[in-house]
């Protein structure tokens, strides 16, 4: 009796979360697909009432959003790969027994988890390292983190002994066994890297806002949504909006339109992806959180 | 008592096989070139990135100008240290950073667990994934995406003021992010919405790990799955709530700056200004760099401090440890 009542209780709780979680996102959606003018009226929930593409074609028409995606779109691939190639070679040679050197990389790295020099003297440094206005102020400063390091350090770790013996044996070198043995045999543990450094990458700002924000060529896309965002913070004064909407001389569409939408282009490649690669997550959550 | 000339010659003795193995490390060094070569070259990359920075802390002891170099700026000795806890905007973020961090702490280990307590006691495992799918889906998009959100949710004609009003729980509608007294409430909801799937994951995988005579035992004994959850689940998981719980207190200065900064406002600062965002408007936008450095080497520097005993506390508690 009291189980069925638990029970009841527990799909109800569940349920209502899932609510909660989703009805956010499914109401941004609706309001970037409805009518600007018409979502002033309010009441929007989970479907448009004047349906129109206008919202997405006047994001897409504005040349710096095309530019922006580009950006992201850059930022990502080249920014994954680069992180991807770079951590798995050195996560390599700490994980090999007999390199001399192993101690002293690996904990070089690792004290890197605690101390780091802080806002202020990064920027200082990356100022006097010129690049500051490049698009290599995405990639460099993050290239290797030391938790990629220790996630594949690990799974190399675990493989057979026997397969890199086999490898030594046979005369290959340290680049060879690195490319044609273990690169390939880490696919799972380097797919789940990627996922990681990918969503990282996209979703990164700060580093637009901090390093080139002066620097229209090379904003990204959540940066040119963190402007849209400060520049109409609605929930503070909702006269904000028809004023600004004057002001940008914006016409037909409106900031809280605009957000709503960018807010949607910004985060679908993500929303597509990550119910099927989940599982990769999980993964490396699992291999990062509970080890030994 | 040793002869002297002996103690001479064991001294060269050790010298030399301190040089042999100086050379013998060379040669090892020289042999596994190929390791060098593919790790080395970033080893300096994260020298130049990472420890370099380190040196930027000496600004906290001069008055930096923008436009001289380091060594031609005015020493100044803890005059910026004393200037700083002198401030009480400092103190103010200082408090606002604790106290996010303990919301953080709380409500994130109390909502995760609950999280996970409830999915292990789902039967329906289609549900179950769906859940457990729909849950992680906050965790991945960006802050940006989650402040859109957030702030269309809470805005005066959103979601939010909507139910209040047609529950007649308020006659006008709320600016919640303008009313400073609830931004913690607001961060609050906002972590727990954002990361509340992903945090129980791990948890999940805690319970799993259980051993499945103890619920055998427990149910001939005749418990209901209410006192099973009580009795067995959480005992079986506690080594790793108390490891992470330790181990999160390690980073209580480290309370996020991205929710702050994105959901803060004019209105709300007082309470949503933490210690990254002073260092970052005073350094960044009032060029005070001397003043903002010290701050963020006053934060890593207790920083550093509970990381490293959390850790080993945590490490003598139980052998799990995060690295």
Not at chain 2, 31 to 36: F, G, S, Y
Request: hydrophobic share 50%; aromatic share 14%.
């Amino acid at each position: 009796m009291g189980d069925r009542v638990f029970e009841t209780c527990n799909y109800l709780a569940l349920t209502l979360l899932m609510v909660v979680t989703l009805y956010p996102f499914l109401n941004t959606l609706a309001v970037s697909f409805n009518d600007a003018q018409d979502s002033i009226r309010g009441g929007i929930y989970l479907w448009p009432r004047k349906w129109t593409l206008e919202n997405y074609k006047f994001v897409f028409e504005e040349a710096s959003i095309l530019n922006a995606t580009l950006i992201s779109v850059l930022r990502t691939v080249i920014g994954t790969v680069l992180t991807v190639f770079c951590s798995a070679m050195v996560a390599y040679t700490i994980s090999r027994p007999e390199y001399v050197l192993r101690k002293f990389v690996t904990i070089a790295f690792i004290l890197t988890l605690y101390v780091n020099g802080g806002l202020i003297p990064n920027y200082l440094l990356i100022r006097e390292l010129n690049l500051i206005g490049t698009f290599w102020v995405y990639i460099l400063p993050g290239l290797i983190g030391a938790f990629n390091l220790i996630i594949i350090r690990s799974f190399i770790e675990n493989l057979p002994d026997n397969i890199l013996e086999a490898s030594k044996i046979d005369g290959a070198g340290d680049f060879r066994t690195f490319f044609d043995i273990v690169l390939p045999l880490c696919t799972p543990v380097l797919a789940t890297v990627s996922l990681f450094t990918g969503v990282w990458q996209w979703n990164s700002w700060f580093d637009v806002f901090l390093y080139n924000s002066s620097y229209e060529h090379l904003s990204t896309l959540q940066y040119e949504l963190q402007k849209v965002l400060s520049f109409s913070n609605a929930s503070i004064q909702r006269v904000d909006f028809n004023a600004a909407a004057a002001q940008g001389g914006i016409g037909q569409v409106t900031p809280y339109a605009i957000r709503a939408t960018m807010t949607i282009v910004a985060s679908v490649p993500i929303i597509m992806v990550y119910p099927f690669l989940q599982r990769y997550f999980v993964q490396g959550m699992m291999i990062g959180g509970v080890k030994e | 008592m040793e002869h002297p000339l002996l103690l001479k010659q064991t001294s060269t003795a050790t010298a030399e096989t301190k040089q042999r193995g100086l050379k013998r490390f060379f040669r090892l060094l020289w042999k596994q070139r190929a390791l060098v070569l593919m790790s080395v070259p970033f080893v300096l990359w994260l020298f130049l990135f990472r420890y370099v920075p380190l040196w930027g802390w000496i600004i906290s002891f001069q008055d930096y100008q923008l436009g001289k170099g380091l060594w031609e700026q005015e020493w100044v000795g803890f005059k910026q240290f004393e200037a700083l806890f002198s401030e009480p905007r400092f103190w103010r973020a200082l408090r606002n950073t604790i106290v996010m961090s303990f919301i953080n702490l709380v409500l994130g280990f109390t909502t995760a667990i609950t999280l996970a307590l409830l999915l292990n006691e789902l039967r329906q495992m289609v549900f179950k994934r769906v859940v457990q799918t729909i849950s992680y889906l906050p965790h991945f998009i960006s802050w940006v995406v989650a402040a859109g959100i957030i702030q269309v949710t809470l805005a005066p004609d959103g979601i939010v003021n909507e139910l209040l009003l047609r529950l007649g729980l308020i006659k006008d509608e709320l600016l919640f992010l303008g009313i400073g007294e609830w931004f913690w409430g607001i961060y609050g909801a906002s972590i727990v919405w954002k990361d509340v799937g992903w945090n129980a994951i791990i948890y999940l995988a805690a319970i799993a790990m259980i051993d499945p005579a103890l619920y055998e035992a427990a149910e001939m004994d005749g418990a209901s799955r209410f006192r099973k959850m009580w009795h067995v689940t959480l005992p079986g998981i506690r080594p790793v709530i108390v490891v992470l719980l330790i181990l999160n207190i390690g980073y209580l200065l480290e309370s996020g700056f991205e929710p702050q900064f994105l959901l803060g406002n004019g209105m709300n600062m007082r309470y949503s200004e933490n210690i990254d965002i002073f260092v970052l408007k005073y350094g960044i936008q009032l060029f005070n760099f001397s003043l903002a450095v010290a701050a963020g080497m006053f934060r890593t520097v207790v920083s550093v401090i509970l990381i490293v005993a959390a850790n080993s506390i945590a490490r003598r508690l139980n052998e799990t440890r995060l690295y």
